[in-house]
């Protein structure tokens, strides 16, 4: 299927990433297209899995939450079986395979806090096939970017404005196209208090099909759909909730996913963090306990382009004193969503499949 997108399929899924719930008619302005076409090749894309739509709560939602990032180290050939024993974890907040000095990449969302992470730890370093496990605290993110396919169609797409969690200055990097006014705006955070019993029964049903209708909602919650309306953009207006458009990187021929940990020096953590966050490559980026260092995602289309923006960009960073890095090979889950495509891809059975064979 992904080798079966066209230009139009494209822009779609790129509409969709900058707003999954967009009625088709606003996503066939963006894409310059008619409704009937992009209705019906949308809900293609959804119905074959390349593309999954969900509604979570943002972080802190339920409360204080600390974040770490997960390095894991598996047994020969245990790699599949470790990651899928992940996915299945509600803590589990996002799950890749990687190449490099370790076999799996993952982020661990600790409700109430750092000091409940080693009742959480024990039971997952139990995982059969783990052979070595290391976790470093999140202590602050700068950027979670949702539509990082923006980048492909930044010029001829009718695309809104950008603004990402990091700041509230405005700056250019070197070698970043279109971004130099690019303004960088704080979140209010989220918290418990801005949900009821009603709210998070709309979210369940949310999360599972992220563009059911508010109607749909409605009949099935006994509700008014005007309040489940109004509902939904009060939380959304706060900040409250996240929409996810996962699509697999190659759909979008983007053949360059690489996790990258930057060592900067102390006084430039900061600085270097603002600047990298206004690449529209970047999709995460994040300040780590350990070594001084960011922890960057960046989606390129080609390792060409992966290339380019290491020594005309992250090299040319004043503070950059050097970085290591592993390609994504597969990445099961995001946004605490586990992607829909990844057991197809390694014929891995779905849930519950082996109980019933």
Sequence with gaps: MLDTLDDLDRRIVVAMQNDGRASWR????????????????GQHLISAGVIKVAVVPSLGATGDVST?????TCQPGMQILVAAELVTHADVRFVTIVTGGYDIFAELAVSGGATHYPQLVEELQSITGIER????????????????????????????????????RTAGTPGTPSTTDLQIVEPTPCS??????????????????????????ADSLGMNESSVRRR?????????????????????GMGAET?????????????????????????????????????????????????????STLSQLDGVEGWTASMELLFLKRGFIETPWWRGQVSYPELGAAASA
């Design 26 to 41: 606003a996503i066939a302005e963006v894409v310059d297209s008619s409704t009937a076409t992009v209705a019906r090749r």
């Design 68 to 72: 770490f990032l997960i390095r894991i």
């Design 133 to 168: 496990w290391r976790s470093d605290l999140i202590m602050h993110i700068y950027k979670v970017s949702f539509d990082w396919g923006r980048q492909l169609f930044a010029d001829t797409l009718r695309l809104p404005a950008v603004e990402h969690p990091a700041d509230t």
């Design 192 to 217: 418990p208090a801005h949900f009821d019993s009603a709210d998070w029964k709309i979210l369940d049903l949310l999360r599972d099909d992220g563009r059911v209708t508010f109607q749909a909602i």
């Design 232 to 252: 939904f953009e009060r939380l959304k207006a706060a900040e409250c909730i996240d929409i996810l458009t996962l699509v697999p990187a190659p759909a979008l």
């Design 259 to 311: 996790l990258m940990t930057v060592k900067v020096s102390p006084a430039r953590m900061d600085a270097v963090a603002r600047e990298l966050a206004q690449h529209p490559a970047v999709r995460y980026l994040a300040a780590t306990l350990d070594e001084n260092a960011l922890f960057c995602e960046i989606i390129m289309p080609s390792t060409n382009d992966l290339y380019t923006f290491i020594t």
